[in-house]
């Protein structure tokens, strides 16, 4: 679904900027046409601008770290253009371009489990899916649906994905969750926990969370959908989460964080208790998956 959705957002907007540029050639360029061009082609990153702002505001007023002005402009000029190749590219177009690769020599060898955010799907995945695909080891990325869904009605697929992984390699995944992810990945190994009655810690050989409200984030308070709703500091669902997870959860988790993530703020949200934090300075949130730091975790949990 999002990816027809994206498809069709990006049809719109190439059909937008070609009419305006067929009026401004006809008519010549007016004041309004010259609002019309910036908000098209600046308009996103205008937005990651002032998203970022509100973030640094956010975490002043909370006495928390915040982004250094040094940081801010670089951070938006690399979140425009990753989140332009995400939202513009690979979830609209390349979602599937890469599929699972459970190989027969999996057996033995540790694989990854992707799990993506809010308003995304398995294409976020694909420059590392293709550096797995090349060192030939198994990975299984989901697109988690229905979109505006329940966060506990994703941890079905995050079970039939792991258990895929187990059944080809025989051993626990490592699981790689961005944002909302991160959630869903703690729901999951709170259900097997439960079902298993264990403490949830063999069920994965490590949980690396990217940008994940762990404490919920301030903007959802201005989303309405109910897995956004289920993200807000301090929400019932969280509450309930933390009140029922394994207490030993928190030595399989990393948690990666930056203090110029302009939608998980203000930045200990971002933080499992507990959990081993690494932080990346000057980085948006989308941005963050394309961080070699967090890549060459992956690679050495995997071969760990």
């Not at 599929?99 to 060898?109: A, I, M, N, Y």
């Not at 994905?161 to 703690?186: C, D, Q, W």
């Amino acid at each position: 679904m999002i990816a027809r959705v994206a498809r069709i957002l990006f049809l719109a907007w190439f059909t937008l900027l070609g009419s305006l540029l067929a009026l401004a050639r006809a008519d010549g360029w007016t004041p309004g046409l010259w609002i019309a061009l910036y908000v098209l082609v600046l308009g996103h990153p205008t937005l990651l601008a002032v998203e970022m702002l509100l973030a640094r505001g956010v975490a002043a007023r909370a006495g928390v770290a915040r982004a250094r002005w040094r940081d801010l402009l670089g951070a938006v000029l690399r979140e425009w253009l990753e989140s332009t190749a995400v939202f513009g590219w690979r979830m609209p177009w390349r979602a599937n371009a890469i599929e699972d690769h459970l190989p027969q020599t999996s057996r033995g060898l540790r694989g990854v489990v992707f799990i993506h955010g809010y308003i995304c799907n398995r294409g976020l995945w694909n420059p590392w899916m293709r550096r797995l695909l090349k060192l030939d080891r198994a990975f299984v990325a989901v697109s988690l649906e229905p979109v505006f869904a329940s966060l506990d009605e994703y941890v079905p697929q995050v079970e039939r994905a792991v258990r895929r992984m187990e059944a080809a390699t025989g051993l626990a995944p490592v699981i790689v969750a961005h944002s909302m992810g991160g959630l869903v990945a703690r729901a999951w190994l709170r259900s097997r926990a439960t079902h298993k009655r264990s403490d949830g810690t063999g069920e994965a050989a490590r949980l690396i969370t990217i940008g994940t409200p762990h404490r919920g984030t301030w903007l959802a308070g201005l989303a309405r959908t109910v897995n956004a709703r289920q993200m807000r500091i301090s929400s019932p669902w969280m509450t309930a989460l933390v009140d029922k997870e394994p207490t030993t959860l928190q030595g399989l988790v990393t948690s990666w964080w930056s203090e110029c993530d302009q939608i998980v703020y203000p930045p200990p949200t971002a933080v499992y208790p507990g959990s081993e934090a690494k932080q990346l300075r000057g980085v948006g949130h989308i941005a963050l998956t394309a961080r070699e730091e967090i890549w060459n975790e992956i690679r050495r949990r995997i071969d760990y």
